[in-house]
């Protein structure tokens, strides 16, 4: 008889875990669960009662009234007095009355005179329900065996509402953040442009403010972590467009042969495996606004059809041949120079002169070090609120951060001052919490734009020395006397590496057409 129950429970418990998949839709879920016991046990009526997020009872019955022949089942009442005594009950047929079962082999009632069985359902601690049923097992098998059993379903009940939970919070985020794409971060980011004191920043946002109203196209050029991205949102909530779409590609983040059919599309057949059409992405920024960030990694068949369509509005998908229109206004961006690329032949001349009508060049921070100190207390207030610390900043901690010589821009500032707030102990900031680089230096502004300046001729002679040698790293390391590490070092420093990449497959093309 043992054995004969063991494989009953099996089969229901194997049966109830497929349906945990069914966590999106709850109801459908809870009903599957009283059916599996309905048809594999002995189960004539069974219930299950669930509190929502906001405590309100959800009822699930089988058959779908509940309460079809004797005592009805139990409600809210039932779910109040478990909630407080968090355990497995009977209700007595003689009486009607709910009698907690305090230990597991100690039932208060005869098996022969119970109306319902329950148990409860805990998520985290918390009784969020009951779990009821006439009967699971015959009547020759003891009540304590179907509080067991009704126990075990219970907690797999649990586990699909969590579930349920977590799918649905989810699902909010995700429409709070589709409804208001631009709340928060981009909104405070302007804020943190805007009032900026700097004469260079207040030249750009100059630049950007008669600008952003046009269609023109607009190429923003400076170091990685300047802005350049946040300064593109700013164009587009500026402009007309600002209700329409605002999409972003990064172009080193794709493989060449991916770049171009991710941005103009293309037509089923295209390729092996393209069994559909697909529109890219200047399709689906039609009335919007696109940025292309490091457009110098672009290919060049791809850089010359992107100028075509400035100049016509027009353009075909990959594999297609009908021409296409959208208006969409496009902002690139670059932490290269443009002007060498397209004097080495890795920029082509169509886009550059379409993009360059309109250039923005991005001071880097330290050549804005007025604009710092409201930069750190910007940082520091929003990140004080969003990890529910209170902490300020020493005179002698700002001396330090105002003096370095910040070479990875506001980028790298903001997530010093996020990892500040997290990890500095007390309520103020001192120069102690600071990294030891930022503790020892002390750099004059016009220290400062000397070291721009000589970092900018440093890297033309880098380029140049590349140019000489063919783009081959060993080659330049040898004749400028440094190592390879140093010669990497420099490579990444200056943000060189799409430019080598372009030129070696530039060569490689013209090796295989001769």
């Known amino acids: 008889m043992k054995a004969n129950i063991n494989q009953i429970e099996l089969r229901v418990l194997t049966a109830v875990c497929r349906v945990i998949g069914q966590a999106t839709k709850l109801d459908h879920a809870l009903e599957s669960i009283l059916r599996i016991l309905s048809d594999s046990l002995e189960v004539r009526r069974a219930r299950i009662v669930l509190a929502d997020e906001h405590a309100n009872p959800v009822v699930t019955n ?4 509940g309460d079809r022949g004797g005592l009805p089942a139990p409600g809210e009442e039932a779910v109040s007095s478990v909630r407080h005594s968090g355990k497995p009950f009977v209700v007595s047929s003689l009486d009607g009355k709910l009698h907690a079962v305090s230990k597991p082999k100690s039932a208060p009632v005869r098996k022969q005179n119970v109306a319902w069985v329950g148990v409860p359902i805990f998520l985290h601690g918390s009784v969020i329900g009951l ?12 009540i304590e065996e179907d509080i067991r059993f009704l126990s075990v379903l219970a907690n797999l009940v649990a586990q699909i509402a969590g579930l349920n939970r977590q799918l649905k919070r989810r699902e909010e985020m995700l429409r709070r953040e589709n409804s208001a794409p631009w709340a928060g971060t981009i909104e405070d980011g302007i804020r943190s442009l805007t009032a900026s004191s700097s004469p260079p920043l207040q030249s750009v946002l100059e630049q950007v403010r008669k600008v952003a109203p046009s269609k023109a196209p607009i190429l923003l050029t400076g170091e990685s972590g300047t802005g350049k991205n946040l300064l593109a949102c700013t164009i587009h909530e500026w402009s007309s467009r600002a209700k329409s779409p605002f999409v972003k590609i990064n172009c080193t983040l794709l493989p060449p042969n991916l770049l171009e059919r991710e941005l103009f599309g293309y037509e089923k057949g295209a390729f092996p495996g393209a069994l559909r059409s697909k529109a890219g992405q200047l399709e689906e ?9 490091e457009i110098l990694s672009l290919p060049l068949p791809v850089q010359a059809k992107l100028g075509r369509y400035l100049q016509d509005q027009e353009f075909e998908r990959s594999g297609g041949a009908r021409k296409r229109t959208a208006d969409v206004r496009l902002v690139a961006a670059t932490t290269g120079n443009p002007a060498d690329a397209l004097a080495g032949g890795t920029f082509s001349k169509d886009l550059y002169y379409c993009l360059n009508m309109f250039g923005i060049h991005v001071p880097p921070l330290r050549e ?10 910007y940082f520091l207030e929003k990140n004080c609120i969003e990890y529910n610390r209170k902490l300020s900043l020493s005179p002698q901690a700002m001396d330090a951060l105002t003096g370095y010589g910040w070479p990875g821009n506001v980028r790298e500032l903001k997530n010093l001052i996020e990892r500040l707030v997290l990890m500095a102990e007390g309520h103020e900031i001192k120069p102690r919490d600071l990294p030891e680089l930022m503790r020892a230096t002390r750099i004059s502004h016009e220290e400062r734009n000397a070291l721009s300046r000589l970092e900018e001729i440093e890297r ?10 063919r783009w081959i790293q060993s080659q330049t390391a040898r004749e400028l006397g440094l190592t390879m ?9 200056f943000g060189l590496d799409s430019l080598i990449e372009q030129h070696r497959s530039r060569s490689a093309r013209l090796r295989r057409s001769r």
């Open 460 to 469: 033309k002679e880098v380029v140049a020395a590349l140019e000489r040698n």
């Open 368 to 377: 804005r070090s007025v604009d710092i100190p409201y930069l750190v207390r």
């Open 285 to 293: 920024a039609d009335q919007g606004t696109i940025f292309l960030d």
């Open 131 to 142: 779990f009821v049923a006439d009967r699971v097992f015959h009547a020759r098998i003891p």
């Open 485 to 493: 590490r140093q010669i990497n070092y420099r490579v990444k420093k």
């Open 62 to 65: 089988f058959p779908e009234d």
